[in-house]
């Protein structure tokens, strides 16, 4: 059978005009609010947004105008068949991953069939097309934005789907009725429509809420590995060109949230890698031998990690003193940032997350090996005390091979001056652990800090930093410092993480930013191990502004989205139910401590009520009755208040001659009532005054009506105090 084609056909009625422009109409803002949800995420190129927005800008037009511009399905066939060989180019030279070329195919083929609708299918495609705009930006954003966006293209959806089905219906029905009763019924159906489809997302997100909470997240989304990386990652690999870090010095984004048992010290530095090779303008990482065999997890999920660090010299074996080892527990709420790399504050000793496999290498930098899990939060345990500063100084003895091959390293074109420097500056020092503290200072205190980086990278950039421009972001000043210390026979490495963070006073948690990025060293001090150094002079202090405590809640609330709903796990499920039922628990206990609180000061009252009444019965007596008719006058007090009002009126009706009107009118007709002659209320007073037989009651009557009319409509004061001596010689008359 053949596809039933969508055009030529028009509406045969106002109401299925008014289903079809509404179906249009949110069919139009589905593939808008999935493209916006795709363009939210930031990862969206200009001339993507460009080119999509463009078309959806000449759609939204063409509805507005009632207008149809079609691709002949002919040239739709031509641009499908030309944007494989496209997709080919742009995944393997544009885009270069998976992910961003598939994007760029979703939205062209979006474009496409927003403007060659040929069959009813098409209508499904772009419903089809649009989900896959908001499953890519699942992909590429974790941010709370997507929740909303979510929400609302959830409730487009369903309006969608509701009114193609009955778009079709009224399409196959016989269709008869008057253009106002259409017209009336097309807003009708518009209104419920909205009113079902809002209704129906409640139900879903209500539901969705239950699940979220009864099932846990296990693993990070299957297509997460796919999405691109950003400097981020390459700044933490095993080869760092020389200004990775500055670049990611310049973004604000959020990387990771820190929580801390405890105050954490003033100069808190969260280890990524370590570098040990430079070739004169890239750092890198070597090892040596079968050095990084990975640490499996334990039944409990723990690293235990103080022995491989040990090995590695960033703990010694025996310690020295117990009161210089000082443990700082912290948890990490990860952004996905991309890297596998685990960021610790030196030196880490026991390690905690979801993830059941990491990596330890040479240098103590750990990274997480586990390829189903993203780094999405762990805790840990480091230890954050130094060696005394006699124990550094008194450093001395042989080094061990493998740190002279692996962190003596020079560069074969190093410039002969930074050599002569080193040793000129570190002339006075009588150690290795002077001599670096020697150097870190001089560096800090004659060279300025920057984030302007070069236009072109120099030859020597170290060399070029040291005698030429003199200032630079903290890679500079920690690659020459690193030099340095290797022309002076003191093992030296390189390390990349970030420094401090922000405090956040509203979780009680610290914020650490990609403008948080440092490099700093590490030098080796025989006796003591490695030991960190931080040449690069320190920032000023950030100024405090409106913005910047706006900024702290929306931070909080991101938090919170991370950990709560990015992060949600069993861990996290358990907490949630322990919580509550430890509240519930608490409450009810409190709950019935209050109520038998209440009822032992009642039995207390009563018993000592009912004494008194037994010594003094009268006087209860008289009391009772005196409140009951207090409480009597007060529960009709508004009553009372208005017939006494409406008393005073009707014995002066020149102060309100319509209200006084109709007090004498009721009179009236309750004493002609008692005559025989009741009036229904569906009768005029002209209509009962004829009803009444006996003709001189009906004349009173008659007139007591006339000058009822003049008072109650026309506001006559003459007429409303004439209404009693009328009313009294009706009422006079037997």
Known sequence: MGATVVHPWKPRSTIEAAVERYFQVSLFLLVTIGFATLASTGRLDALSVLFVGIALILRAYLLLKQREFKIPERWTTYFTLIYVLVFVVDLF????????????????SLVVKVFSVQRERDYVYLAVLSFLAVLAASVLTVDTMFLGAFCVFILLAVNTFVSMEIRRSLRKAVFSGSAAGDRIAGRKLGVLLSAAGAMIVLAIVAISAVLFFVLPRFSAGYLSGYA??????????????????????QTDSVVMHVQMDGHPPADLKWRGVALNIFD????KYAAQGESNEPALTQDSGRFQLRKQQVQRGNLPSVPQDPRDFRLLHYRVIMEPIGTDVIFLAPVAVDLSGRFREIGIDDSGAVTNLDRTRMTESYEAVSLISEPSGARLQSGFGDLPPQLSKMYLQTPSSLDLRVQQLAEQVASGAQNNYDKAIAIEKYLSEHYSYTLQLPSQTPKDPVANFLFVRKQGHCEYFASSMALMLRTLGIPSRLVNGFRNGEYNDITGNYIVRAKNAHTWVEAYIPNAGWKSFDPTPGDAAPVVTSFSRIRLYLDAAQEFWREWVINYDFGH?????MSTVSRAQRGAFDLRRWLRKQYLSALKITRRVNSQVAGHPTEWVVAAVFLAGLIL??????????????????????KAPQVAATIWYSRMLK?????????????????????????ILRGSVRTFTEHYERARFGESVESAEQLPELYEEIASKK
Do not use: C
Request: aromatic share 8%.
């Open 671 to 695: 004493s002609v009532a008692k005559k025989g002659y009741s009036k229904p209320s569906s009768q005029t007073p002209e209509e009962f005054v004829r009803t009444i037989e006996e003709p």
């Open 573 to 577: 499920q358990r907490e949630l139910t």
């Open 633 to 654: 006058v007060v529960w009709n007090s508004r009553r009372i208040v208005r017939r006494w009002n409406l008393r005073a009126i009707a014995k002066t009706p020149s």
């Open 93 to 108: 030279m544009v885009s270069g991953n998976y992910v961003n070329a598939s994007i760029h195919l979703v939205l062209f």
């Open 228 to 249: 691109p990386h950003s400097d981020m990652v390459t700044g933490f690999s095993d080869h760092v060109n020389l200004g990775a870090i500055g670049r990611i010095q």
């Open 280 to 283: 004169g303008q890239n750092w």
